[in-house]
């Protein structure tokens, strides 16, 4: 019994060095890749993390030097931001707060390149379009109208269309385009809905170009009635 059961492991061991002879060196390349991969994903893993982290400790330089009037640290910080975590979330929400900080300060040419950069490489589309607006603002104060119109005409989030439409109509009526100012005024008064605060301001804003919250009304029944 002894003898056989020898045999049996002695034929066993054969199989088990032929079967590792044919496949051993696939199977340990397999292993390679599969833990070399995980290796990776997990460094890459630590790696995104360490980025947003630093990025956030920047965002937060950003905001302490805004509220400390210190314009010099404000371009600073968000500069290295920009440089080395430009595809963060967090450097479009930083632009932001830098743009605002130094348009506060008339610093309108500064804020303007900085909200143009988010407006341009943002991946978010709330963010870009938060920079297109007050890029729009930015160039209305500098007086470059056609500019601002510009900013306020490309595609932009549906939850938007109120707010881009007020400032359209700032820009036309500046411009003298009364009439489609209030076309503007209109949609925006519409599009703001009863229960915001900010639709006065618009009816104060259409009130003071001859056109009546009534007259806004009619003219959405009626545009109703013929759809």
Same mark, same amino acid.
């Given at each position: 019994?002894?003898?056989?059961?020898?045999? *049996?492991? *002695?034929? *066993?061991?054969?199989?088990?060095?032929?079967?590792?002879?044919?496949?051993?060196?696939?199977?340990?390349w397999v292993l390679v890749v599969v833990m070399g991969s995980f290796a990776a994903w997990n460094g890459y893993r630590l790696w995104q993390s360490r980025q947003a982290q630093q990025a956030t400790a920047l965002v937060e330089a950003v905001e302490l030097a805004a509220q400390s009037g210190d314009m010099a640290r404000v371009e600073q910080a968000y500069g290295d931001l920009k440089s080395g975590y430009g595809g963060t979330t967090q450097a479009a929400q930083a632009g932001l707060l830098a743009a605002k900080a130094l348009a506060d300060a008339g610093n309108w040419d500064a804020a303007k390149g900085v909200l143009g950069w988010v407006a341009e490489k943002s991946s978010d589309e709330g963010y870009v379009a938060l920079a297109k607006l007050r890029l729009a603002g930015v160039l209305i104060e500098q007086k470059d109208y056609d500019g601002a119109l510009a900013q306020l005409s490309g595609s932009m989030p549906a939850e938007?269309?109120?707010?881009?439409?007020?400032?359209?109509?700032?820009?036309?009526a500046l411009q003298g385009k009364n009439q489609q100012a209030i076309a503007e005024y209109r949609r925006a008064y519409q599009a703001f809905g009863p229960g915001v605060e900010y639709r006065r301001l618009v009816e104060a804003k259409l009130n003071a170009l001859g056109a009546q919250v009534d007259t806004v009304a009619a003219a959405s029944g009626n545009a109703g009635s013929t759809q």
């Open positions: 019994m002894a003898n056989n059961f020898d045999l *049996q492991e *002695q034929e *066993q061991l054969e199989e088990l060095k032929h079967f590792w002879s044919k496949w051993g060196t696939p199977i340990t938007f269309a109120a707010t881009v439409a007020d400032r359209k109509g700032d820009v036309l």
